[in-house]
Every structure is written in C-alpha cells, then in structure tokens.
C-alpha cells in the first residue's frame, strides 16, 4: 500500500536533517503505528506522504503511484488528519464536510450516509450546523476525521489523532480505525500513547533522528529488543541507545 | 524590564514579523532580494508620490495662505488614520491571534491596548512620512523655519495619527462591547461604510458650501483664514499647522500645547474607555455562538448535493472572504470611496454637472476620452482590489488544506481568479454608473467603458495572483496583515500602472494620431488589454502546478 525508499528531507540548506534515508513499507490491509520521540521525523515523514512536503532524495508511492509524479491520484487515494487540524473557522461544519465531499467527487446520497453516520458516531449533529470556530479541540479532531474519511480512502493517515480527545472520543477514534481496516482500508498513524499502538496496531516502527530504528509487530520487536515485554519499555531502551 | 515594556516589544516583534525577517535575512540570509525589491518600490511609488507632493508644498506656500502646505497633508494623514486606523484597530484587537495568550497574562487590560495602539501607530507614521514631510521641505523652500519651528513640525509628526487613532479607539472597543456575537461580523462591515461614507459626504458638503459662497477677492486679501476653512473639518489640523507655522510666537506656542493636551486627553480617553468595555467586547466575541441546529437525513437532503470541484473551490473563496469584515473593507472599501470622490464635488456643486457633461460632449473625442477614463479608473480599483493578489496568502496556516486536495493547481487559480474578477465587477458597477449619471454619453460608451475596464483589470489580478502564490505571506496573526502589510497586494496597480500607460501611448500616440475613428480606438485598446491578459492567464496557469508544489518547502 505505501512504500518509502530511502526518503531524505533536511531544512536549513541541509544543516538539519529531518529524515535520513527512510525505508518503510505498510501493507493493505492494517494499521501501522508510527512511533518516535520529539522531534524524530514523524511529521515531516508523513506531510511527505501527503504531499505537503518534498523529499530531496529516494521516492513514496502510494498503491504503486509516486506522490509526486501522480500526486493528484495519490491524493485521491489519502483522507489525512494532521496534528492540530486547523480548519476553517468561517465555515460551518457542514459547509466543511460538503467542500471535502465536493472536491473528493463523492455523489450526494454516499455522503449523506457517510456524513449522518459519523455525525451520530461523534455525537455532532448539534454542532456540525455552526461555525467551526466556535468548535472545541476534540470537536474539530472529530470533524476533521469525518472529512477524511467522507470519500472512504484506501489510506487513513493521522498525525497524533489522539492529543486532545476525551476517553470517549479517543475509543470512538480506535473503532473507526478498526473499522476501516477491516473494510480493506489501510491506517498509519503516528503517536505517542504506546498503548494504544500496543493494542490496536498490527505493526509499528520506531523512527529516531529520521532513521527507521525497529519495525515490525510486537513479536518482532521483542526479539529486537533485550528482556522486554511492553512497547512502552522496547521504545525506550531503543531510543536511549 | 518591566511587563508592559515586555508586552510592547512582543508585541512590536510579533506585529511587525521582525523576528521572522531577523532569522530569514540575517540568519538564513534567504531571499535576500526582497528587502531589496520593498526598498525599490517603496522609493519609486512612494517617491513619485512624494515629489508630488513636495510641488503642491512649494505651490501653496507661495500662495496667500502659505500655511496650507502643512494643513493639507496634515489632514490627509488625519483621515488617512481616522478611516484605516479603525480597521487596523479592530483587527488588531478583536482578530488578532495572540488574544488567546495575551488575555489570561496578568496583565491590564489597558496595557494590552496600550501596546497594540503604539502597533498601529507605527504603521501610520509611514503614510504620514510621505505624506507629511515633502510637504514641509516644499513650504519650507519659500517660508524660513527657525530650530523651534523644526522641533515643533518633529513633535507634530509623532502626534499626529494620536488623535484620530485614539477616537477611532474609541468608536471600536464601544463598537465591540455592543455588537453580540452573532451580528458582530455584519454589523462591522455596516459600521464601516456608514463611517467612511459619512465622512466623505460630511467633508464634501461642508467644504463646497463654504467655499462656494466666498469671494476669492477675500481669499486673496487674507479676509479670509484659508487654513481655518480647510482644518475645520479636525480641528486638530489647524492646531498642527499653527504650531509650526507660528513657532516661537505665543500662537505658536499655544497651538502646539492645545495639541499636545488634546492627544493626551484623547489617549487617555482611549485607555479610560478600553479599560470599561475592552474584555467585555473580547469575551463576548469569544463565546460560542450556536444556533444549534440539528443536522438529520431530512437536513442533509436539502443541504448536501454533490457540486463539482470547480464550484466548491468558488464557494469556498466566497465565504471565507464575506465572513472576515477586515478583508470585506479593505478588498471593497475603494468601491466605497472612488465613486463617492467622483459623485459628492460634483454633486454639492450644484450646476456644474451639466456643464461638465456639455464640456464632455462637444470636446473634440470627448466621449471616446470619457469613456477611456472611465475604464482606467475601473481597472485602477481592480487592481486596488486585493482579491487576486493576497487570495494565497488569506488562506495562511489553512493553506495544507489546498494542498491536500485531490485537485489541479489550475482550478484553484480559476476558482480565485472567477472570484476576484467579480470583486472587480461589483467594483466596476458603481464607476459606470457615475459615468453614466455625471456625463450622459449614451449607453454604448457606458458599456464599452465598463467592459474595457474589466478587461484592464485583469491582467493586474491575474499577475497579483501570480506573485502571491510565488511568496504568500502565510505567517499573518491578525487579518488586517494579509492584505495591508501584505506587499503582494500593492504589485497589482504597479501592473496596472505599467499596462494603463501603454493603452495610453497607444491612444494617444498612434490611433488618434494616425485619425482613426472612436470605436476602432477603442477596440484596439480592448484588443490590447486582451492579448495582455491572455498572456498573463496562460502563464500564471502554467506556473501553478509548479508554485503549489513549492509553497511550504520555503
């Protein structure tokens, strides 16, 4: 589904090096969990994916088509979620979903489903009529979740879906997940509650400087790892080395 | 250092992007063209206007009324802070992104105006410059100044935008503190067009009844105070003027005090007021307005329908442009101004319109040259209009939304570009119809005039557009600086200065030179103007893919 191939981004005319030779490979079909410290690449990596950022060295391709010499199909193919989902506070909610829906070709009884379901999942019915400024963090998390998800991408990527969100909400969060994997649908997302990518991920990788340091699922990392059982006590030891 | 001063200096930082220009042009040394480029076209534009101004000077001060070199341009620059300093004001106190840190500070609420004020006064001390000082070198040229006339003019420079920014503060935090949240963003653009058409029509008809009824014998023979007449309007002009023109007298003196009692009145009026009202008005803007309606399958029939990507893009420019007051005013307030500066003199001046329209009429080309005018002003306020040239730059840290989306670069373009052409339209309308009221030439000149007009405009918005998808300024925290502080937005009339003066070489010099007729003249110039903007659009098409692509990786 997405393949990485030694993805090199640096800022400052290359005195800062935020991803260094990456090499990553998701398969369809699962949820891959993208761990780091601060500061480690994630972002970088996946606004990469995206297409918000260029690479200045290796390619990504998303179902075999290079984001940047197919970005448009691509981008088709993507519902993303960044970290902070600014959105446009001059438009309702639904004003909102309706412009994703319209950009994304997504017909009009698809999305009247798609929209009403998740409404009622996130409990936004009341709120999803009024300006997007007047929306609480979560409120927005969720809005911009259901955006994604409106034209059912064949790849979901968030970026720390979960910083912000009531236990509630972050459960809700988690079901979709699963949901949409089971529908064939592949997920990446980055964070930093190892738990919940402990539990909810098929396979994980451990990005530190912009080096890809572990990948793999759970079994596979504790054989990476020294006298460990959690992912929490695995990315600690391997990110202290 | 103390809070306040703190506050200030953050404030001045953030205000003015100095810390981002520090890091790019110093530390980075990035684009080290640009402050190049804003000095070129800050001496060009604004030497042009300068020395202009700098001949009106000379021109007044060897007139009966020398004084007026210094009251006219003291009262442009008072109402040039009267009418964008409410604007700037509003913005910078009610949208202003850093509220959110700033309020929960333990500091006072004055202090925080008190540091977003000295911001905008800064920002007019610009204006005033150019303004201002041509002038003063100008009279000064014909009219000795001793060392306590040229330390008065320095201490009437710094108060100058005082007074009016420190009434205008007041009209905007008491604004802010009525105005409940639903109504707030309307009601704003309302209060804007009231004040700034109320002002033009109070000065128009007071200034053309008086000056109507005086003989220029009385004018000539000092019986008549000329600079009384004209600082009337703000009296603070003639205590200005008086203070540097009779320095070292006791008027001079005199002036110079009530002026510097009256800004102080004013500023402390200003922090008395703010300190009442200003975080009654910023609360209640902060809470949630919900109407609260409850989004079902019967709802979403009505209200969600597939629209193609091309229209959804249109919708969005306009709803996110019509629901920001700031840029409403500051994309149409020249919509507001230029019609009403052409309407009210001719106007209140009562039988002057059918003499100028006969003048019009019997003048050898008259109406082809009417016409022509018409469209140049047409395509002058397109291309004051800002909606092409700051359209990448509105969108600031929304911006990784477009660039996300599943759609051409090229229909983004066109989605901006349908929008500001009917800004410019509904920019047009209001001019033709002046023409059309003012001059009588018949329905074909008034067409002609306006479809010419919108023609011309279009290759300043599609170029502005150009430029700022090359270097959108994204990193904005209030409104107010994507389009005013926004450089992007200026590149558009020196466009249209440069094609308006080719139309004219080519009226002027060939066509009716070489006696062709009227509307072979005017073809030609559309003729013209539509190669120009063909070019324009098909380069800025091509260009966009490319620019998208690059946009964040600056």
């Known amino acids: 589904m997405l393949t990485i191939q030694n993805v090199s981004k640096s800022y400052q005319k290359g005195k800062v090096k935020a991803v260094d030779g990456l090499n990553l490979e998701v398969l369809p079909g699962e949820i891959f969990g993208f761990l780091g410290p601060n500061g480690s690449g994630k972002t970088t990596t996946i606004k990469m994916i995206v297409g918000l950022l260029r690479q200045d060295q290796g390619s990504i391709t998303v179902q075999g088509r290079d984001t940047l010499k197919d970005a448009l199909s691509v981008k088709q193919s993507i519902g993303y979620v960044p970290d902070n989902p600014d959105l446009y506070d001059k438009l309702t909610g639904l004003e909102y979903l309706n412009f994703i829906a319209d950009v994304y070709r997504v017909d009009s009884v698809t999305r009247r489903l798609r929209i009403l379901r998740m409404l009622e999942m996130f409990e936004l019915q009341n709120a999803v009529g009024d300006l997007i400024g007047s929306f609480s963090h979560g409120m927005k998390q969720k809005l911009a979740l259901t955006a994604a998800l409106v034209h059912d991408p064949s790849l979901l990527i968030l970026d720390e879906p979960m910083v912000g969100l009531d236990p509630r909400s972050a459960h809700l969060f988690k079901e979709l997940m699963n949901e949409h994997c089971k529908r064939g649908n592949t997920v990446f997302f980055s964070t930093h509650i190892l738990d919940v990518a402990e539990r909810l991920c098929h396979r994980v990788g451990i990005i530190k400087e912009g080096h890809l340091i572990a990948s793999g699922n759970m079994a596979e990392l504790r054989k990476d790892a020294a006298e460990t059982r959690t992912l929490e006590s695995i990315f600690l030891e391997l990110t202290e080395k | ?554």
């Open chain 2, 1 to 554: 250092m103390s809070p306040f001063f703190s506050l200030v200096r953050v404030s001045l930082l953030n205000y003015f992007g100095l810390q981002v220009m520090k890091v790019r042009y110093i530390k980075e040394k990035k684009r080290l063209w640009e402050p190049a480029v804003i000095l070129f076209a800050i001496i060009a534009g604004g030497g042009t206007f300068a020395s202009g101004l700098y001949l009106l000077g000379r021109t007044l001060a060897q007139g009966p009324a020398p004084a007026m070199a210094l009251t006219l341009p003291i009262l442009m620059v008072q109402i040039l802070a009267i009418v964008f300093g409410f604007f700037a004001l509003i913005s910078i106190f009610y949208f202003s992104t850093d509220l959110d840190l700033l309020v929960p500070l333990p500091v006072k609420e004055y202090h925080i105006l008190a540091a977003k004020f000295i911001n905008v006064t800064l920002t007019e001390y610009a204006p005033a410059l150019i303004l201002f000082v041509p002038s003063l070198i100008g009279y000064r040229q014909f009219v000795d100044l001793s060392v306590l006339g040229w330390a008065s003019a320095v201490l009437v420079f710094l108060l100058l935008p005082v007074i009016p920014l420190s009434i205008m503060g007041i009209f905007t935090v008491t604004l802010m503190r009525g105005l409940n949240r639903r109504h707030r963003d309307v009601m704003i653009v309302i209060a804007s067009l009231l004040m700034v058409g109320g002002i033009m029509y109070f000065q128009y008809t007071m200034q053309a009844s008086l000056v109507g009824e005086i003989p220029m014998e009385d004018i000539i023979n000092n019986r008549i105070d000329l600079i009384w007449l004209l600082g009337s309007f703000f009296p603070p002009s003639i205590w200005a003027t008086r203070a540097i023109a009779d320095a070292g007298s006791l008027t001079g003196f005199a002036n110079l005090l009530y002026l510097i009692i009256a800004s102080a009145v004013a500023f402390g009026s200003f922090m008395a007021v703010g300190q009442r009202v200003f975080y009654g008005g910023l609360v209640g803007g902060a809470e949630r307005d919900r109407k609260g309606q409850m989004i079902t399958a019967h709802v979403l029939e009505k209200k969600a329908v597939q629209r193609s990507p091309l229209r959804a893009l249109y919708t969005r420019e306009w709803n996110l442009f019509l629901r920001v007051p700031i840029w409403v005013m500051n994309g149409f307030l020249a919509v507001v101004i230029i019609p009403l500066m052409l309407f009210f003199p001719a106007s209140t001046a009562g039988r002057s319109i059918p003499e100028l329209a006969a003048m019009v009429h019997f003048a050898n080309n008259g109406l082809l040259l009417s016409a022509l005018a018409t469209a140049a002003i047409i395509g002058l306020l397109g291309s004051l209009n800002t909606l092409a040239s700051t359209s990448v730059s509105r969108e600031g840290r929304h911006l990784w939304i477009s660039r996300s989306l599943p759609v051409p670069a090229t229909y983004q373009v066109t989605a901006k570009l349908a929008h500001a052409g009917i800004g410019a339209l509904v920019a047009a309308v209001p001019v033709a119809m002046v023409y059309a009221i003012v001059i009588t030439p018949g329905t074909e000149y008034v067409l002609a005039a306006l479809i010419l007009g919108l023609v011309f405009s279009a290759t300043p918005q599609i170029l502005g557009l150009l430029f700022d998808m090359w270097r959108p300024l994204l990193t904005w925290t209030n409104p107010q600086h994507a389009v005013k502080n926004n450089l992007n937005a200026v590149l558009p009339m020196i466009i249209a200065g440069a094609t308006g003066f080719t139309s004219y070489l080519l009226v002027l010099r060939v066509l009716l030179p070489a006696g062709m007729g009227e509307w072979v003249v005017i073809l030609g110039v559309l003729t013209l103007q539509l190669i120009l903007a063909a070019v324009s659009l098909t380069i800025t098409l091509r260009a966009a893919p490319g620019l998208y692509n690059q946009m964040e990786d600056k």
